[in-house]
């Protein structure tokens, strides 16, 4: 089970940071990151780790938005800086035994948290 949570209304140019914690079967999980879907358009991924380590952001997030882990935890943030109108969207967390840049691979979704960003 994944619990997202930290979304909310933000002005343009400010920050928010999401957290997603895993519970239960966290033994399948090996990677995590975060997925968004804006109004009318297909969910896209926005960061997320690879089984390896590394990390890997939407070319419209680099620079402005980094993606952090907790193992201990086992949670993933993703902190949003200078965030843009068009980062509105419900950001999603997902995790997977072996990747996330598959969207219709992921094994485990989050509820979803609303971002938004006011011009």
């Known amino acids: 089970q994944l619990q997202a949570s930290g979304g909310g209304l933000v002005q343009a140019g400010g920050s928010l940071r999401l957290s997603c914690a895993a519970s239960g079967s966290i033994d399948d999980i090996n990677v995590m990151g975060w997925y968004r879907q804006a109004p009318k358009k297909q969910r896209e991924l926005v960061a997320g780790?690879?089984?390896?380590?590394?990390?890997n952001y939407a070319d419209s997030v680099k620079g402005r938005f980094t993606i952090s882990r907790d193992n201990a935890k086992n949670t993933v943030y993703l902190q949003m800086n200078s965030l843009k109108p068009e980062d509105t969207a419900v950001y999603y967390c997902?995790?997977?035994?072996?990747?996330?840049?598959?969207?219709?691979?992921?094994?485990?979704w989050g509820q979803g948290t609303q971002v938004t960003v006011s011009s």
């Open positions: 780790f690879t089984i390896g380590g590394l990390t």
């Open positions: 997902a995790a997977d035994r072996h990747t996330i840049a598959r969207m219709d691979g992921v094994d485990y």
